[in-house]
C-alpha cells in the first residue's frame, strides 16, 4: 500500500497543490465523494439477535474520487474504506486503502493509461472490466492500455493487466494476468464513397487471452460396474479411478461484430468463442465456450421497437480458475441480461442473473405513445410498454453413455449452436401505461407475470426446478400541489401460492422540489404460510439536496433477497436499523 501513497502523492495531490497555489496551465480538479453508513438492530422478528449481529452493529462503506485534468494529461484516484462493511457486503472488503489510480495522456492519434482502468470490447463478451458500487463489484485492470487511431475510422486497443481482488496484491499464484486487443473499423470513414450516405456501418473484433501458471491437478472419478459373485448374484460396486489432469496455462477467447444503422433502425450483432477452459464454474471440464448476442431496435416519433437475444455455452471467463464467489469477482467477460429491470421494489423480488455455463434467452419490448387529442391519448398522451422476457437452458447431451454431463476432466457435453432446452429459468411479461391526467395528476398502473426457477437462479441446480409464479400490481399517482410541492402515492401487490406467498407494499413520498423528500413505505408479507413470518417490512426516510450535495436518512427494515444490476446479483441478508448517505460532487 505505501507505493500506492506515493504514486498518489506524484500523480494526484502534486497537480492539486499546484493548481490552487496558481491556478497555472489551466489545470481542472473535478471529484465526487459518498458515505453508506448502517446501524444495525436486533430484530426478534427476523431472527437478528445479539450473537448473529456480532460485530457487525456498524457498517460504513465510502469512497472519494479525486480527479486531475490539465490540457491533454488527466490522472485521478480512489479512496476507499469499507470499516465494517456494510451487512451483504464480502467481508474481505475490511480495510481502507487506494485499490485504483491513473495517469492518461493523449498525444496525437495516441491514448496512454497507465495504472487501473476499465475497457470493454464491443458488448463485454470477451472483456468488460466495470465497477458498480451498489453490488460491491469492482474488477478494474491494473496495468497498461492503449488506444491509437492509426488512420480515419479506423481505433485499435490493447492492453495487459491483472484485476483487482479485494485488496489483495498480485501474486503470480493468485490470479492471472489479462492480454487483449481490440479493433473498430467505421467504414463510412474509411471509404471517401461512403461518407454521405445515411447507413452507417461498423466492423469490430477483440482478442484476450488469459495467462495463468499451469498447475496439475489430480480428480477422482466414480464409475459404477457389476460383479458376479460365485453362488450367482450380481453386486453393484463402485470403482474409483484417480486422474491427473494438466490445465491450460493461456486461454484465448475471440469475438467478431457488426453494427449496422440507418434512420431509426439498428442491428448490432456479435459472436465469440473461448479456448477450453476447466474452471470451478464448469466443475473443471475442457468444453470450449460460445456466444450470441444481437439486438434490433426502430424508434420514430410515437413509436419504439426493441428485440434482442443471446445464446451462451460455457462462457465463464475469469483470470482465476479457481474463483466461484457471489458476486462473482475477477470476470473477464461479461455476458448481458435481457430481461427488463424494474423500478418497483415488487417487481424485482425475482430478478433475473445470467447463467454463464449455459443460457438462450430473448427479450422483446413495443414503446408507444397514443397522440395528443385522440381517444386514447387525450390532452396529454398516452405512452404504452409492453415488455416480454425469457431465459431457458440449452440442450446438453452426453459425449457417451458411461459418462455424466459436466464430468471433471471431460469434454462435459455436446450442444448444438443455438440449441434450446426444455428447462425453463424465467419468464417476464409486463405492461407499464403512463398518462398525464391534467397538470396536476400523473398516473402511471403497471402489470408484471412472472416465472422464476428458484433451485436454478439462486441454488445453482440444474437438475430440478422449483417455479414461482408471481402476479404483480402497481398504481403509481402524483398529485402536484404547485411547483415546488408534490405526493406521491404508490400501492403494489404480489401475489403467488410458491415461495413466500402474497405481498402488499404501500408507499408515500412528499417532495419539496429541488430540496427536500420525505417518505414511509411498507411492504407487508400478509400471505406467508408461516403466520409468525408475516412480517411487515417498513421504512422512514428523508433526504436534503443542496447543489451536488445530498443527504438521505433511512429506518427501517431491509428484505433478504437478490440485488441484481444487469444480470449481475449480489444476495442481501434481512436487516433492521438506520442508514445514512450523504453524496458529494465538486
Keep these: 500500500m505505501?507505493?500506492?501513497?506515493?504514486?498518489?502523492?506524484?500523480?494526484?495531490?502534486?497537480?492539486?497543490?499546484?493548481?490552487?497555489?496558481?491556478?497555472?496551465?489551466?489545470?481542472?480538479?473535478?471529484?465526487?465523494?459518498?458515505?453508506?453508513?448502517?446501524?444495525?438492530?436486533?430484530?426478534?422478528?427476523?431472527?437478528?439477535?445479539?450473537?448473529?449481529?456480532?460485530?457487525?452493529?456498524?457498517g460504513m462503506n465510502g469512497f472519494a474520487n479525486i480527479l486531475y485534468s490539465n490540457g491533454n494529461f488527466n490522472?485521478?484516484?480512489?479512496?476507499?474504506?469499507?470499516?465494517?462493511?456494510?451487512?451483504?457486503?464480502?467481508?474481505?472488503?475490511?480495510?481502507?486503502?487506494?485499490?485504483?489510480?491513473?495517469?492518461?495522456?493523449?498525444?496525437?492519434?495516441?491514448?496512454?493509461?497507465?495504472?487501473?482502468?476499465?475497457?470493454?470490447?464491443?458488448?463485454?463478451l470477451i472483456l468488460r472490466s466495470w465497477e458498480e458500487?451498489?453490488?460491491?463489484?469492482?474488477?478494474?485492470?491494473?496495468?497498461?492500455?492503449?488506444?491509437?487511431s492509426p488512420v480515419q475510422g479506423v481505433t485499435i486497443k490493447g492492453l495487459v493487466g491483472v484485476q483487482?481482488?479485494?485488496?489483495e496484491p498480485y501474486e503470480p499464484d493468485s490470479r492471472g494476468i489479462v492480454r487483449g486487443f481490440d479493433g473498430d473499423f467505421y467504414l463510412n470513414d474509411i471509404f471517401n464513397g461512403l461518407e454521405d450516405s445515411k447507413t452507417r456501418i461498423t466492423l469490430g473484433?477483440?482478442?484476450?487471452?488469459?495467462?495463468?501458471?499451469?498447475?496439475?491437478?489430480?480428480?477422482?472419478?466414480?464409475?459404477?460396474?457389476?460383479?458376479?459373485?460365485?453362488?450367482?448374484?450380481?453386486?453393484?460396486?463402485t470403482k474409483v479411478n484417480t486422474y491427473e489432469y494438466q490445465l491450460p496455462v493461456n486461454v484465448g477467447s475471440w469475438a467478431g461484430r457488426f453494427n449496422l444503422a440507418h434512420g431509426g433502425f439498428n442491428f448490432y450483432a456479435e459472436y465469440a468463442e473461448k479456448d477450453n477452459d476447466p474452471n470451478a464454474t464448469n466443475n473443471f471440464i475442457y468444453k470450449k465456450g460460445q456466444a450470441l448476442y444481437s439486438t434490433f431496435s426502430y424508434s420514430t416519433k410515437g413509436f419504439g421497437l426493441f428485440?434482442?437475444?443471446?445464446?451462451?455455452?460455457?462462457?465463464?471467463?475469469?483470470?482465476?480458475?479457481?474463483?466461484?464467489?457471489?458476486?462473482?469477482?475477477?470476470?473477464?467477460?461479461?455476458?448481458?441480461?435481457?430481461?427488463?429491470?424494474?423500478?418497483?421494489?415488487?417487481?424485482?423480488m425475482y430478478p433475473y442473473a445470467t447463467k454463464q455455463n449455459g443460457e438462450f434467452g430473448f427479450q422483446g419490448q413495443i414503446i408507444y405513445t397514443f397522440p395528443k387529442k385522440s381517444t386514447l391519448g387525450g390532452k396529454y398522451g398516452t405512452t404504452l410498454t409492453a415488455n416480454y422476457s425469457f431465459a431457458n437452458s440449452i440442450k446438453?447431451?452426453?459425449?457417451?453413455?458411461?459418462?455424466p454431463i459436466d464430468s471433471t476432466g471431460t469434454d462435459g457435453y455436446q450442444t448444438n449452436f443455438f440449441s434450446i432446452g426444455d428447462l425453463p429459468f424465467y419468464r417476464d411479461l409486463n405492461f407499464l401505461i403512463e398518462k398525464k391526467i391534467n397538470s396536476k395528476i400523473k398516473l402511471k398502473a403497471a402489470y408484471y407475470n412472472q416465472t422464476y426457477n428458484l433451485n436454478v437462479i439462486e441454488e445453482e441446480l440444474f437438475d430440478d426446478d422449483v417455479m414461482v409464479y408471481a402476479n404483480i400490481g402497481v398504481i403509481d399517482f402524483t398529485y402536484k400541489f404547485d411547483r415546488r410541492n408534490s405526493l406521491r402515492t404508490e400501492l403494489q401487490g404480489l401475489w403467488t401460492k410458491e415461495d413466500e406467498g402474497d405481498w402488499a407494499a404501500l408507499t408515500l413520498e412528499y417532495n419539496v422540489s429541488p430540496t427536500w423528500f420525505f417518505s414511509v413505505m411498507d411492504e407487508y408479507n400478509y400471505g406467508h404460510p408461516d403466520t409468525d413470518r408475516q412480517i411487515h417490512y417498513y421504512n422512514v426516510s428523508f433526504g436534503y439536496t443542496d447543489n451536488t450535495n445530498r443527504i438521505s436518512v433511512r429506518y427501517?427494515?431491509?428484505?433478504?433477497?437478490?440485488?441484481?444490476?444487469?444480470?449481475?446479483?449480489?444476495?442481501?441478508?434481512?436487516?433492521?436499523?438506520?442508514?445514512?448517505?450523504?453524496?458529494?460532487?465538486?
Design 396 to 403: 446438453k447431451e452426453q459425449i457417451s453413455p458411461e459418462i
Design 556 to 586: 427501517g427494515r431491509q428484505r433478504e433477497g437478490l440485488l441484481c444490476v444487469g444480470g449481475v446479483c449480489r444476495y442481501v441478508p434481512a436487516s433492521t436499523g438506520l442508514t445514512l448517505t450523504i453524496t458529494s460532487s465538486f
Design 133 to 148: 458500487w451498489t453490488l460491491g463489484y469492482d474488477n478494474n485492470i491494473y496495468g497498461f492500455n492503449a488506444k491509437f
Design 307 to 348: 428485440l434482442a437475444t443471446k445464446w451462451i455455452d460455457n462462457m465463464y471467463y475469469k483470470s482465476s480458475r479457481n474463483e466461484s464467489g457471489n458476486p462473482p469477482m475477477l470476470d473477464i467477460n461479461y455476458l448481458p441480461a435481457i430481461s427488463k429491470e424494474h423500478q418497483y421494489s415488487l417487481a424485482t
Design 75 to 124: 490522472a485521478g484516484a480512489r479512496f476507499e474504506g469499507f470499516l465494517n462493511p456494510m451487512v451483504g457486503f464480502d467481508p474481505r472488503y475490511e480495510g481502507v486503502g487506494v485499490p485504483y489510480w491513473f495517469a492518461n495522456y493523449k498525444t496525437g492519434s495516441l491514448e496512454f493509461t497507465a495504472g487501473h482502468f476499465y475497457e470493454q470490447f464491443g458488448s463485454g
Design 2 to 58: 505505501h507505493n500506492y501513497y506515493r504514486i498518489v502523492w506524484i500523480l494526484v495531490f502534486f497537480p492539486i497543490m499546484t493548481y490552487s497555489q496558481g491556478l497555472i496551465n489551466g489545470g481542472k480538479v473535478t471529484g465526487n465523494v459518498q458515505v453508506d453508513a448502517q446501524v444495525y438492530q436486533e430484530d426478534d422478528k427476523l431472527g437478528i439477535t445479539d450473537s448473529t449481529l456480532n460485530y457487525k452493529e456498524f
Design 164 to 167: 483487482r481482488y479485494f485488496w
Design 205 to 237: 473484433g477483440s482478442f484476450v487471452s488469459r495467462y495463468e501458471k499451469s498447475n496439475s491437478m489430480t480428480f477422482n472419478r466414480k464409475y459404477p460396474f457389476d460383479s458376479i459373485m460365485p453362488y450367482g448374484d450380481t453386486v453393484t460396486w
